[in-house]
């Protein structure tokens, strides 16, 4: 009997919601999977349970989370054991083994790598963090998986990997579905007739507000840091969009997000990033029209599936959005949701373990 086990760092303690629930999603997904004479085992930290159906045994370790993070990113993981281990995240016991002679194997995950490329967004300690254990990743990991081949060029400027780069991409939540109560919701949330849904910098929205004005539109900005809020609305008013109709939230609950979207003209990526673009997908699951910067990650996860703009691009593509182009774009959405699935993204895993 082959068994993987699968890092769950988040599952008492979360750090970042998308990748806790990415890690749960994928777990389910690998003990639906699961060859013949293969099963499913959790290494979760102290006091943590990892709550699945079809998954064996779990480990729980000694340490909780945060004592976890430091221990491991010094090399220290005495009691984790070997075998086939994979971690959804970098969180992942980083150490040399063996893999000739004693068939252990250790892959780690990276979905976001804004500590390298734009620091200045991710926390300090995050960042220091996230570095540190891309450096223990280039020395001991079998394989790092990366969701685009965007940011496989790019992870591979930032270590020696050679040939162990994979792409395996993400998908939305595998509960994400709008909710029975959406009209409620958006009428909570202080939803309009007509508005957009936005993620991006305040530097970056400039074109997505002067697009909201032209469609008599109210934008929903999704994802901002804490205390980016003033920033937002004065490029908002800088468009001519007035502070009403601008609604700034740090990450909704899945229910509320999925009655947001399903309700808006048309989701909006105002910048590129070098991460997973989670509302993206999360979009696309909906059918609702996608309007993004192009860029190398945007490029790679929308492909024909929406519509890829530059600054000044925003407003002829929300105004196709909102009138004549809606149900060619949500067709196109919808076509390329299939791209991404939790199972599919689980039988890669397996043949990457059967690989190695």
Known sequence: MAVLRVVLDQVNDVVDADQAEAS????????????????????VPSGG?????????????????????????LGMVAGVGGGMIHAPTLFAPLVKHDRANDYDQTVATVWDLRAWTSPE????????????MLKRAVRHADAIVVPTHAM????????????????????????????????????????????????GRAEGLTPVFAAAVAADADVFVWDAPEGTAPAVAEAAA????????????????????AALLAGAMAFTAADEVAAWPWRMVEALALGVPVIAADG?????V??????LVGPDGFADAVHDAAGDGARRLSVLAADRSRAYAWDSSAERVWTLHAEL
Not at 121 to 126: F, K
Not at 241 to 252: E, G, K, T
């Open 24 to 43: 749960r999603s994928l777990m389910h997904a690998l003990a639906r999977t699961a060859p013949p004479r293969c099963e499913i085992e959790a290494i």
């Open 49 to 73: 349970d990892a709550g699945s159906d079809g998954v064996g045994a779990v480990h729980r370790l000694g340490l909780a989370r945060r004592e976890l993070a430091a221990a491991w990113q």
């Open 121 to 132: 967004q991710v926390p300090r300690a995050s960042a220091l963090w996230q570095r540190g």
């Open 152 to 199: 496989a060029a790019r992870i591979a400027d930032l270590g020696r990997f050679g040939d162990r780069i994979r792409v395996i991409p993400g998908a939305a939540a595998e509960d994400f579905s709008i909710p029975l109560d959406a009209a409620e919701r958006r009428a909570a949330l202080g939803a309009p007739a007509r508005y957009l849904v936005a993620t």
């Open 238 to 257: 800088s468009a001519g969009l007035p502070a009403p109709r601008v609604h700034v939230s740090p990450r909704l609950e899945t229910p509320d997000r």
């Open 296 to 300: 190398g990650v945007h490029r790679d």
């Open 302 to 307: 929308l492909a024909e599936g929406g519509v």
